[in-house]
């Protein structure tokens, strides 16, 4: 019996892997014009590990998206990742006919991430 379970318990494991992770055209270009390679570097594996598991970042509760978030992409979820030097990715997950994609929405600085969700700054 425990075994049964540790192998559901698994593949709800699995299952978290994302059908495919999109780049919207301001994380494409910030990742093809970066030239701090830190950064770029870091971005970079950070969509490598949410191809393993898309549920990775930090869930942003609803009342906290950006209005241009909502009005631009219509989102139901949102989700943030901590990168190198104080940048910040986002993404929202869909879903898709493979399953669930990752549809990464920005690539940014700190400081531009806390104006962005009206966070005060010290």
């Known amino acids: 019996m425990r075994l049964a379970s540790l192998g559901v318990a698994m593949g709800i494991v699995r299952g978290r892997k994302a059908s495919a992770v999109v780049l919207r055209p301001g994380a494409d270009r910030f990742l093809r014009t970066c030239t701090d390679e830190r950064v770029k ?29 909502i ?20 993404y929202t997950l869909t879903s898709d006919a493979a399953g669930i994609r990752v549809d990464v929405l920005e690539i940014m600085p700190h400081p531009e991430y806390d104006k962005r969700f009206g966070y005060r700054t010290t």
């Open 41 to 69: 570097r870091s971005a970079e594996d950070m969509l490598d590990l949410l191809k393993e598991r898309y549920d990775l970042g930090t869930k942003i509760p609803r009342p906290l998206f950006p209005p241009p978030y």
């Open 71 to 90: 009005e631009k992409w219509g989102l139901n979820n949102l989700y943030k990742c901590d990168l190198a030097l104080g940048w910040r990715l986002t």
